[in-house]
Nanobody, 111 residues
């Protein structure tokens, strides 16, 4: 199993980023996928999750109406569209499937 995140970077408050997580080594559509984040000095927290076929999604209260999780099972990829970013969204963002983590991608929101 391999999970490879991309798309992080530096963005100004109010801006947008789209994270991608390319998965391999398993039947992608059979698994729910998750995005977590960890800010400096804080515990890792669940940001969003999506069911195997993409029909069910859930979000942390702090990102509802700003972030959207989606997946393309034909491309074995899960996405996190992040809009109206805030400085408090600054963190390393991780893709997760049961028992497996990606390496993370840094998102920094700063002017």
């Amino acid at each position: 199993v391999q999970l490879v995140e991309s798309g992080g970077g530096l963005v100004q408050p109010g801006g947008s980023l789209r994270l991608s997580c390319a998965a391999s080594g398993f039947t992608f559509s059979s698994y729910a996928m998750y995005w977590y984040r960890q800010a400096p000095g804080k515990e890792r927290e669940l940001v969003a999750q999506i069911s195997g076929e993409g029909g069910i999604t859930n979000y942390a209260d702090s990102v509802k109406a700003r972030f959207t999780i989606s997946r393309d099972n034909a491309k074995n990829t899960v996405y996190l569209q992040m809009n109206r970013l805030k400085p408090e969204d600054t963190a390393v963002y991780y893709c997760f499937r049961t028992r497996y983590w990606g390496q993370g991608t840094q998102v920094t929101v700063s002017s």
